[in-house]
């Protein structure tokens, strides 16, 4: 077990709606992502926090926003859902904010949480 | 642009036969590549980084920057090793982003 929890495991709601996805990080993790798994766009990159501010943006709709609470744990809000939108979102975690002369921080996965927009 | 192409959506072998899943990336700086692993009903596991150089499970990937490619391979497939695989390079230096390619289903039939 990585350590990252997500809650909930599914979520179904309906087009035009609002949800928020919780992640809590490993104990001691300070950077949070934010990634959208959906049959035709693969596994793509949404957001990055690190200890509580924003460091990357990926292909982020501008309905959707992300932020990470002094505690570490971080929330993805979804708003004027659309079906398109139905897909698993996987946060994970790592230990700082990218690369260094180690290289990069492995990523620890979530096991994700699956919306469905009907 | 950062692109990872994995160019089977599908790989079917049979136990004990060699694997290769192929990973072609588009970077035009120094990437790192990884090999992220989801069996079934799991969460994405990483694999294997190239710059560790490790062996894990039996697999290897060498990055090859001439050809800008990152194939995963064994040499002798087991069921267990049923999973989808993703390729996913680091291209940043200041974030953690990292960009995925559409993955490959490796079936082991026995």
């Not at chain 2, 136990?15 to 994405?44: D, H, I, M, T």
């Not at chain 2, 069921?79 to 291209?91: N, R």
Request: overall charge positive; some cysteine; aromatic content about 12%.
């Amino acid at each position: 077990d990585s350590g990252v929890t997500q809650t909930p495991k599914h979520l179904i709601t309906a087009t035009g709606q609002r949800v928020t996805l919780r992640c809590s990080p490993r104990s001691g993790d300070l950077s949070v992502y934010w990634y959208q798994q959906s049959l035709d766009q693969g596994l793509q990159f949404l957001i990055q926090y690190y200890n509580g501010e924003e460091r990357a943006k990926g292909n982020i709709l501008e309905r959707f926003s992300a932020q990470q609470f002094p505690d570490l744990h971080s929330e993805l809000n979804l708003s004027s859902l659309e079906l398109g939108d139905s897909a698993l979102y996987f946060c994970a975690s790592s230990a700082y904010s990218g690369r260094s002369d180690r290289g990069t921080d492995t990523q620890y996965f979530g096991p994700g949480t699956r919306l469905t927009v009907l | 642009a950062q692109r990872v192409t994995q160019p089977e959506k599908l790989l079917s072998v049979f136990k004990g036969a060699p694997v290769e899943l192929k990973c072609n990336y588009s970077y035009s700086g120094s990437p790192e590549l990884f090999w992220y692993v989801q069996y079934s009903r799991q969460r994405l596991q990483l694999l294997l980084r190239h710059i560790s150089r490790e062996s894990i499970k039996g697999f290897t990937a060498d990055l090859n920057k001439g050809e800008t490619s990152f194939h995963l391979k064994k040499p002798f497939a087991q069921e267990e090793d049923s999973a989808m695989y993703y390729c996913a390079l680091h291209g940043s230096s200041n974030t953690g982003k990292l960009i995925f390619g559409q993955g490959t289903t490796l079936q082991v039939k026995p």
